[in-house]
């Protein structure tokens, strides 16, 4: 073959060559479209439409009252993007302008982080907090590489005020203890989706029509929680803390009648904004997570089991060794003092350890056990709160001879702070055991209640009629000759028991103790019951004396501030009292006057016709006895004088709004309030006169829960 063949030849593969790419390109074209184009297309589609969360908003949660004891807050950060197709530095610099007349910072510091950013920077934060002011004004910029995002953070209005109740979320905002841990699924809602593109360079982006599942807010929690004696709570448990040197302490108040809890505090206690910052032990609900060996206070059993059993009468005497101890199968029971000899009553209102324990061995283990468990123990509360401990209460099958005497008297068992609170919540309540509860109601964002818990009854602890025999009994305890006498408050009828538990340290009982009080009030129609625990109180190991003096203080508060137990300057209670002053009734319509002299139970008579009272005797600001006539002289409207239809201002300094307001429309005039809380200031001043119809101006503060005195001061 010549040259000249060999030039053809590779002339003509190369050609060929040439003439085929068209052809293969033909063929992949119509595979792509054709015979694979469905399959990669919905693969097109797969890598670049997007979903991200739309975050719900987590559900609020409430005191009793309606105080929002927990909400959320929002951060608005500013970012941008300068490689962004559109951005520009003319924009950068009005975002800059307006950041600084927000946050203070020259627009100069914004401009140097963005010209002083790397080259390849996608992403920077300029704020990380801004306003709603400026994330508006930023938003209604429409400039492109500007970047505006929202963060949610949970917020604990009053820092640590009933933490262990309310528990703390992670920064997922997951509920992590307390109710944001046991309500967790009902609280965060759902997140919604929104469908978003994303392009070669990774980036995500809206676009119109875009599908959007829009997200379920998270339901809201209203505890049966009240803000006002959750704070007298933790601040005499504090301050008793203190005062006793404990180690720690827990108290409780709750309803005995329903079961709901109005506080329950620990201290140490922690701020659930900053979890983090304090030792992990001072999130632990000691009320609920601790088993304790209850001591005294487990008196109540055998007591009612006794009673109810018949095996005691309340007349028969007990003879206590002259040294105050005695031996019972080889071990020794001991009493806090040599007491001499005893009737019933005075062996639990003095607490005698080895006169209970000789009631108790006249009992059956299986009927002692049975009241035991009637009472709740050995059981959990089954309470809405995470991390309840059940206690521990072995078979009567495996107790020991000791066993029964000194489970009579509080140990080889355990139980928490709860389930003893329980126990004599039930005394209190007629024999009726409640069920122990934090929410009351859950309701949806539109205010819909989707779940209500009601009271509920578990079982009846005994007769009625041994309920009745034992309560003075108990009354006893909290009386001078009591072991409780310094848990009385004057005026107060209370009943309970205290309780020294030496604590079971590595196998063997050590000399350290628990101390506790549980008592309830009043004894006729229990409204509290309430329980204070120390671990270790320095200066006494006596619960009557430490724990008892706490539970004096947090009594006498709460029942400063409940008008159903102690008189407050309302309308209320005005019918109670046994004199009254004569009010300024003169230009008073007849009808409305009768209704003010019936509040006040003064009678009257009548003299004269007409529709209006021109005339009274005795005056104004006399005083008469309750149940005693004045006379009121009637007239038409213009028979009375200039000043007939003024009436005197009353005191209103240290009563809430709601008695302000109360008050004053009882006489005919109006109220105007500024602030909120209790009143420390008006205008015009008491003792002065003003037309009816007029209003009077008063100012009002919302009482620090940390300082809450005045408002009890004030009620009482």
């Known amino acids: 073959m010549n040259e000249r063949n060999v030039i053809l030849s590779r002339m003509f593969i190369v050609l060929g060559l040439i003439l085929l ?36 908003e987590r559900g609020l949660i409430y005191d009793r009252n309606g105080s929002r004891l927990v909400t959320n807050t929002v951060n608005y950060r500013v970012a941008i993007d300068p490689q962004a197709p559109g951005s520009s530095y003319s924009s950068f610099a009005e975002l800059s302008r307006i950041l600084s007349r927000h946050t203070g910072r020259s627009a100069r510091h914004y401009l140097d982080r963005i010209e002083q950013a790397p080259s390849r920077s996608r992403y920077l934060v300029l704020d990380r907090n ?61 997140d919604g989706l929104q469908q978003v593109r994303r392009d070669r360079n990774n980036r995500i982006f809206a676009y119109v029509g875009a599908p959007r599942k829009q997200p379920v807010q998270g339901h809201t929690l209203h505890t049966t929680i009240d803000a006002f004696i959750q704070a007298i709570t933790e601040e005499e ?5 203190g005062r ?39 999130s632990r609900n000691f009320a609920v997570a601790d088993m304790v060996e209850p001591g005294s206070t487990f008196k109540l059993v055998t007591a009612l089991a006794a009673v109810e059993q018949g095996v005691v009468s309340f007349k028969e005497k007990f003879e206590t060794p002259e040294d105050g101890q005695t031996v019972i199968h080889g071990q020794v029971m001991r009493d806090h003092d040599p007491l001499g000899t005893l009737d019933f009553r005075q062996a639990i209102a003095r607490s005698s350890n080895i006169a209970v324990s000789e009631i108790a061995m006249r009992l ?19 309470v809405d709160l995470p991390g309840e401990e059940s206690g521990r209460l072995a078979k009567p099958f495996e107790w020991s001879r000791v066993t029964l005497p000194w489970m009579s008297i509080g140990y080889e068992v355990q139980a928490t702070p709860l389930q003893i609170l329980q126990a004599y919540a039930a005394f209190a309540n007629g024999g009726d055991l409640m069920k122990p509860y934090v929410v009351k109601r859950i309701t949806d964002e539109q205010g819909r209640t989707v779940q209500l818990n009601r009271p509920t009854h578990i079982r009846r602890i005994a007769k009625k009629e041994t309920i009745e025999r034992l309560m003075p009994v108990f009354e006893e305890v909290v009386s001078d000759s009591g072991t409780a006498s310094w848990a009385a408050v004057e005026g107060l009828s209370i009943a309970g028991k205290t309780g020294t538990a030496q604590k079971f340290i590595d196998g063997r009982y050590r ?39 706490i539970f004096r203080e947090i009594a006498r508060r709460i029942a400063g501030l409940d008008r159903r137990i102690q008189r407050s300057p309302d309308e209320e209670a005005l019918p109670n009292e046994r004199w009254s002053h004569v009010p300024s009734l003169v230009g008073l319509e007849l009808a409305k006057a009768e209704k003010l002299l019936s509040h006040l139970r003064i009678d009257y008579n009548r003299q004269g016709s007409g529709s209006v009272i021109t005339g009274q005797e005795p005056a104004r600001g006399e005083i008469v006895e309750a149940g005693s006539r004045i ?51 008006q205008f015009p001043q008491h003792g002065e006169w003003m037309r009816q119809g007029r209003s009077v101006t008063v100012r009002g503060k919302i009482t620090q829960f940390q300082h809450i005195e005045s408002v009890t001061t004030a009620s009482n």
């Not at 448990?237 to 803390?241: E, I, N, Q, S, T």
């Open 244 to 282: 006793t040197g404990a180690n720690y302490g827990t108290a409780i108040v709750m309803d005995p009648a329903t079961g709901e809890i109005l506080s329950m505090a620990n201290w140490p206690d922690y701020d659930p904004n900053r979890p983090g910052s304090q030792p992990e032990e001072n």
């Open 631 to 681: 006379e009121l002289i009637l007239g038409d409207p213009g028979s009375i004088s200039e000043s007939g239809d003024r009436v005197e201002i009353p005191d209103l300094r240290g009563m809430s709004m709601r008695q302000a307001s109360a008050l004053l429309k009882r006489i005919g005039l109006e109220i105007e309030m500024i602030g909120s809380g209790t009143i420390y200031t």
């Open 511 to 549: 000399n350290a103790y628990r101390a506790s009080f549980v008592g309830f009030f009043p004894v006729d129609d229990p409204k509290y019951a309430i329980l204070v625990m120390l671990d270790e109180p320095g200066i006494s190991f006596y619960g009557g004396f430490t724990a008892g003096s």
């Open 21 to 56: 790419m068209p052809a293969a390109i033909v063929i992949q074209l119509l595979r792509i479209n054709v015979a694979e184009g469905e399959e990669l297309r919905q693969l097109w589609n797969s890598q670049t439409i997007h979903f991200i969360d739309i975050p719900a």
């Open 364 to 382: 059956k283990p299986e009927i002692f056990y049975q009241y035991t468990r009637n009472l709740g123990f050995g059981t959990t509360t089954s």
């Open 130 to 190: 801004v306003d709603l002011h400026a994330y508006e004004e930023i938003q209604s910029m429409n400039a492109r590489g500007v970047i505006l995002e929202e963060e949610y953070r949970r917020h604990y209005n009053y820092g640590p005020l009933a933490s262990h109740l309310l528990g703390f979320v992670n920064h997922q905002l997951a509920g992590r203890a307390g109710l944001e841990r046991s309500y967790d699924e009902i609280l965060k809602g759902e």
């Open 237 to 241: 448990l504090r301050d008793g803390v």
